[in-house]
């Protein structure tokens, strides 16, 4: 493994390290980065739609455009949909969806144009539009290369998984707008078009944009597979075709992205996306492309889209005209910017390091290879240590599009916070975390063979041979200290001892119950009392900051505090019960939780007492939450005097 890049955000360094990071370590991390905002799209959302633009404001400065980019919001669609533990992310995904479908629909007639030959597909501006006016749903009148075939493909593939997945039903309109971007697609003869492709660039044959259309026809036959009543509006055999010729194209042109002569591109970090999201590509395949992007485009920030990349070349906002924001740029433009780039002054890119990372971490998921965990965990690193520091000029915890040179500084675009980083990043994040919960179960199940007694234990002899096994690079002798302190009468219980070293959960939450002076017991109180005591500690728990700073959520159907009439939503319940922090009751007024906003401490409401504290441990160092509690009781016993209670 190659030297980890600069951490730009400092709070970021303790998850970017070469030892695996527990869960609990990793549930941290997002705690933080959802805490500064890191990961927080609606400063994107064009107001009044489920569409997002590019660029998130973050709320320094005005929003200056509602243009959205389907290829962009399918993949924030597709964030949303995997990484969604609630519900909530699922609905949003498919209200994205349900948007670009609207636009498509209400644009129907520039592929019936096409396909019907009144249009000329050659004119960019006459082929479907893959960028528009999200807040009106309208096509711009300004020019854009919207030869795009891989934006299409992208939109068909998540339409139709979500379907597959029993999370968006299929609407006839729909089914027939699908049907009639098929045809166009056959039309066009995408497999040998040239299209501007994800770069929006110069008009070629690229792999990247067949193999989403691919992609695209086997999910819609996936989806027919699973449907036998499903009937395609579109003329026989279309489905098949597209998959066949564009299979016979990419078997001519992979690995690399383009072999037309004069416009031969060899690795491209677009070909990323045949691997993960889009699964097209087999595992041979998949590593040959991953190993071309690490070795050849790969740099100490993050990785080039292509060598000659010379959007956000040096000094790109002196040398080039405009502001750096996304706009079209004509091929003399593009031939002029190129003369500017010199070699390893390309933009480093930020949406990618997390691609490799999901993508080794679905190979991990297959072959329970360490070292393609190893790398999951190191692509990870590498995407969080490109969130922004305190000297960043966008402001920090933000994910930025790329870093260029400026003179001799690899600084963030203007195009900061980009959301397609953020989606991407979310994407990692959610796939790491399974990832570690697959290993811890692996291990157990490994160290099981040896527990033939079923005791639950092991000795030290058999760890070593079981953890060699698993690593033979592993230093014992290093190792034989550590594991030391799992052991008991020579003999290591390997439960307590997997959960302390991948889930950080080995030492236990600290918990302390305080009735308050002045009100009887819980169950001696009537409801009026009960809510007393609600009042009492809502009021003096909403007044803390700093780390204990958080919010409270009344139980499900409570109508006792005014704020939250109705109590927590379902979806709320749920994210309250993953986290073990969540309580049921018959009577629901009254009761509630306190939590904090990196999830970690909680204050349960009249539950058994008046007051429950619980605060998770710190990464298995025991000392850390018994002094973190006494900290808390002190600041809530002060704020409880101010409310006229103490602690009974």
């Given at each position: 493994?190659?030297?980890?890049?600069?951490?730009?955000?400092?709070?970021?360094?303790?998850?970017?390290?070469?030892?695996?990071?527990?869960?609990?370590?990793?549930?941290?991390?997002?705690?933080?980065?959802?805490?500064?905002?890191a990961?927080?799209?609606?400063g994107?959302?064009?107001?009044?739609?489920?569409?997002?633009?590019?660029?998130?404001?973050?709320?320094?400065?005005?929003r200056?455009?509602?243009?959205?980019?389907?290829?962009?919001?399918?993949?924030?669609?597709?964030?949303?949909?995997?990484?969604?533990?609630?519900?909530?992310?699922?609905?949003?995904?498919?209200?994205?969806?349900?948007?670009?479908?609207?636009?498509?629909?209400?644009?129907a007639?520039?592929?019936?144009?096409?396909?019907?030959?009144?249009?000329?597909?050659?004119?960019?501006?006459?082929?479907?539009?893959?960028?528009?006016?999200?807040?009106?749903?309208?096509?711009?009148?300004?020019?854009?290369?919207?030869?795009?075939?891989?934006?299409?493909?992208?939109?068909?593939?998540?339409?139709?998984?979500?379907?597959?997945?029993?999370?968006?039903?299929?609407?006839?309109?729909?089914l027939?707008?699908?049907?009639?971007?098929?045809?166009?697609?056959?039309?066009?003869?995408?497999?040998?078009?040239?299209?501007?492709?994800?770069?929006?660039?110069?008009?070629?044959?690229?792999?990247?944009?067949?193999?989403?259309?691919?992609?695209?026809?086997?999910?819609?036959?996936?989806?027919?597979?699973?449907?036998?009543?499903?009937?395609?509006?579109?003329?026989?055999?279309?489905?098949?075709?597209?998959?066949?010729?564009?299979?016979?194209a990419?078997e001519?042109?992979?690995?690399?992205?383009c072999?037309?002569?004069?416009?031969?591109?060899?690795?491209?970090?677009?070909?990323?996306?045949?691997?993960?999201?889009?699964?097209?590509?087999?595992?041979?395949?998949?590593?040959?492309?991953?190993?071309?992007?690490?070795e050849?485009?790969?740099?100490?920030?993050?990785?080039?889209?292509?060598?000659?990349?010379?959007?956000?070349?040096?000094?790109?906002?002196?040398?080039?005209r405009?502001?750096?924001?996304?706009?079209?740029?004509?091929?003399?433009?593009?031939?002029?910017?190129?003369?500017?780039?010199?070699?390893?002054?390309?933009?480093?890119?930020?949406?990618?390091?997390?691609?490799?990372?999901?993508?080794?971490?679905?190979?991990?998921?297959?072959?329970?290879?360490?070292?393609?965990?190893?790398?999951?965990?190191?692509?990870?690193?590498?995407?969080?240590a490109?969130?922004?520091?305190?000297?960043?000029?966008?402001?920090?915890?933000?994910?930025?599009?790329?870093?260029?040179?400026?003179?001799?500084?690899?600084?963030?675009?203007?195009n900061?916070?980009?959301?397609?980083?953020?989606?991407?990043?979310?994407?990692?994040?959610?796939?790491?975390?399974?990832?570690?919960?697959?290993?811890?179960?692996?291990?157990?199940?490994?160290?099981?063979?040896?527990?033939?007694?079923?005791?639950?234990n092991?000795?030290?002899?058999?760890?070593?041979?079981?953890?060699?096994?698993?690593?033979?690079?592993?230093?014992?002798?290093?190792?034989?200290?550590l594991?030391?302190?799992?052991?008991?009468?020579?003999?290591?219980?390997?439960?307590?001892?997997?959960?302390?070293?991948?889930?950080?959960?080995?030492?236990?939450?600290?918990?302390?119950?305080?009735?308050?002076?002045?009100?009887?017991p819980?169950k001696a109180?009537?409801?009026?009392?009960?809510?007393?005591?609600?009042?009492?500690?809502?009021?003096?728990?909403?007044?803390?900051?700093?780390?204990?700073?958080?919010?409270?959520?009344?139980l499900?159907?409570?109508?006792?505090?005014?704020?939250?009439?109705?109590?927590?939503?379902?979806?709320?319940?749920?994210?309250?019960?993953?986290?073990?922090?969540?309580?049921?009751?018959?009577?629901?007024?009254?009761?509630?939780?306190?939590?904090?906003a990196?999830?970690?401490?909680?204050?349960?409401?009249?539950?058994?007492?008046?007051?429950?504290?619980?605060?998770?441990?710190?990464?298995?160092?025991?000392?850390?939450?018994?002094?973190r509690?006494?900290?808390?009781?002190?600041?809530?016993?002060?704020?409880?005097?101010?409310?006229?209670?103490?602690?009974?």
């Amino acid at each position: 493994m190659v030297a980890g890049p600069k951490v730009q955000q400092p709070a970021l360094a303790p998850f970017i390290k070469d030892e695996l990071l527990t869960r609990e370590e990793l549930e941290k991390c997002i705690a933080m980065l959802t805490k500064n905002k890191a990961l927080n799209l609606k400063g994107a959302q064009v107001a009044g739609t489920n569409l997002f633009t590019d660029v998130s404001t973050r709320g320094q400065k005005p929003r200056v455009s509602n243009n959205v980019w389907v290829r962009d919001n399918m993949f924030l669609a597709l964030s949303l949909y995997v990484s969604d533990t609630t519900g909530e992310g699922t609905q949003a995904a498919v209200a994205v969806v349900n948007d670009v479908a609207a636009f498509f629909l209400k644009t129907a007639a520039r592929f019936d144009d096409v396909i019907g030959g009144s249009a000329d597909p050659n004119d960019p501006m006459s082929r479907p539009h893959v960028r528009f006016n999200g807040a009106a749903l309208e096509e711009n009148d300004e020019f854009w290369n919207h030869k795009q075939n891989d934006a299409l493909g992208y939109f068909i593939w998540m339409r139709c998984r979500l379907c597959a997945d029993n999370k968006m039903r299929m609407t006839g309109d729909h089914l027939r707008l699908l049907g009639l971007m098929l045809e166009y697609l056959l039309k066009i003869e995408f497999w040998q078009d040239e299209d501007a492709g994800h770069w929006e660039e110069t008009p070629k044959i690229e792999a990247s944009s067949v193999g989403a259309v691919v992609a695209a026809a086997k999910e819609f036959k996936r989806l027919l597979d699973m449907y036998p009543g499903m009937i395609v509006p579109c003329c026989d055999g279309t489905l098949d075709e597209l998959e066949e010729r564009g299979q016979e194209a990419l078997e001519e042109i992979l690995p690399k992205e383009c072999v037309q002569p004069g416009k031969e591109r060899v690795v491209d970090g677009a070909l990323l996306f045949l691997i993960y999201p889009l699964n097209l590509v087999d595992e041979v395949m998949a590593r040959t492309i991953l190993k071309n992007v690490e070795e050849q485009l790969m740099g100490k920030i993050g990785i080039r889209r292509y060598n000659g990349d010379s959007y956000w070349c040096k000094d790109y906002k002196e040398r080039v005209r405009g502001d750096g924001a996304r706009r079209a740029f004509s091929a003399e433009e593009i031939r002029q910017r190129d003369k500017m780039m010199m070699p390893g002054q390309e933009a480093q890119w930020c949406i990618f390091d997390s691609i490799i990372s999901a993508a080794y971490g679905t190979f991990f998921e297959k072959g329970r290879d360490w070292e393609d965990l190893q790398k999951q965990q190191y692509y990870l690193g590498r995407s969080l240590a490109q969130v922004t520091g305190p000297d960043c000029p966008q402001g920090a915890w933000v994910c930025p599009e790329c870093y260029y040179l400026c003179k001799s500084s690899w600084v963030p675009s203007d195009n900061t916070p980009f959301v397609w980083t953020q989606a991407n990043l979310q994407l990692a994040l959610h796939l790491m975390d399974r990832s570690l919960a697959v290993s811890g179960d692996e291990v157990k199940n490994e160290f099981k063979r040896y527990d033939i007694a079923g005791m639950g234990n092991i000795t030290l002899e058999d760890l070593c041979t079981v953890l060699s096994k698993l690593n033979s690079e592993l230093p014992m002798d290093d190792l034989v200290p550590l594991l030391g302190n799992f052991a008991t009468g020579g003999k290591i219980n390997f439960e307590s001892l997997i959960d302390g070293l991948f889930c950080g959960t080995k030492a236990s939450p600290a918990k302390s119950s305080h009735d308050l002076r002045g009100l009887r017991p819980l169950k001696a109180m009537s409801l009026d009392e009960v809510c007393e005591a609600e009042r009492a500690a809502t009021d003096a728990l909403l007044e803390m900051h700093g780390e204990f700073e958080g919010e409270y959520y009344p139980l499900p159907r409570s109508q006792s505090f005014p704020a939250r009439l109705g109590g927590m939503t379902t979806k709320e319940e749920q994210a309250l019960q993953s986290s073990g922090f969540c309580f049921k009751s018959k009577e629901a007024s009254g009761r509630g939780v306190f939590i904090n906003a990196e999830k970690d401490i909680a204050v349960l409401i009249n539950h058994e007492s008046h007051l429950e504290i619980v605060i998770k441990p710190d990464l298995g160092d025991a000392s850390v939450a018994p002094r973190r509690l006494r900290m808390l009781q002190n600041v809530l016993r002060d704020q409880l005097k101010l409310c006229g209670y103490d602690f009974a």
